[in-house]
């Protein structure tokens, strides 16, 4: 699956970047990627609950998301005009309207001392 999700990620056009965004990330990080339907408010199927199998591409998408949120901020763009990952991740998220809980999960931990000095 990590190769699948690399493929998809590994278009530079940025047209094609939104499509793999809305059409794979988006959809997996919702929990549902085989119906392509959202249900605004439900808990994703990944966050819902401990002992249900989450799909290996939700898995994939949920390790990279974490990933490419612990190197914001960051330019949106790389120097090709491409979109970088951390933009797509973040915009899959945006998209995705999961709950408070399921978000607290897939951000970095700021480290306390660092969180008093930008409060």
Request: charged content about 20%; hydrophobic content about 40%.
């Amino acid at each position: 699956m990590s190769d699948f999700l690399s493929a998809c990620l590994s278009t530079r056009k940025p047209h094609q970047q939104v499509a793999v965004c809305n059409a794979v990330l988006t959809e997996a990080l919702i929990g549902q990627p085989e119906r392509f339907t959202r249900t605004p408010l439900a808990e994703p199927v990944w966050g819902a609950d401990e002992n249900v199998t989450v799909s290996p591409l939700t898995a994939q998408v949920v390790i990279r998301c974490k990933e490419a949120l612990g190197v914001l901020p960051c330019p949106h763009k790389d120097p090709d005009g491409a979109k970088t990952p951390s933009w797509l991740m973040r915009r899959a998220l945006q998209d995705a309207g999961l709950p408070d809980t399921v978000l607290r999960d897939l951000l970095p931990v700021v480290p306390e001392e660092a969180g008093a000095r930008g409060g």
